[in-house]
């Protein structure tokens, strides 16, 4: 079984910072992207950010300039440092990966977090 444990969110004022950690657990052999999502009860769960696991990193357009997706493949572990928050980065956030569970066969399969709450507010 594959694991993914969130942790990092909270509450923070507009303007503020908050850095959200994923860790990925359990028996695998590898995982190749990584990523994060965030969902609203008004709107579908869309991309934040995603690492591959080599290669350009890629952000939504809302995000840019203000978060930095990051890794850590020697503990599983993927990053998000979240900057100039706005009070419309208010969301759930998960976690997502692409793992692969044995060396004898190449399929991938999307595993999640359980979600950590964001909330932007003065």
């Known amino acids: 079984q594959v694991e993914l444990v969130e942790s990092g969110g909270g509450l923070v004022q507009p303007g503020g910072s908050l850095r959200l950690s994923c860790a990925a657990s359990?028996?695998?052999?590898?995982?190749?992207?990584m990523g994060w999502y965030r969902q609203t009860p008004e709107k579908q769960r869309e991309l934040v950010a995603v690492i591959p696991s080599g290669g350009n990193t890629n952000y939504a357009d809302s995000v840019k300039g203000r978060f930095t997706i990051s890794r850590d493949n020697a503990k599983n572990t993927v990053y998000l440092q979240m900057n100039s928050l706005k009070p419309e980065d208010t969301a759930v956030y998960y976690c997502?990966?692409?793992?692969?569970?044995?060396?004898?066969?190449?399929?991938?399969?999307?595993?999640w977090g359980q979600g950590t709450q964001v909330t932007v507010s003065s």
């Open positions: 997502n990966a692409q793992v692969r569970r044995t060396p004898w066969i190449v399929r991938y399969a999307d595993y």
């Open positions: 359990g028996s695998f052999f590898s995982i190749n992207a």
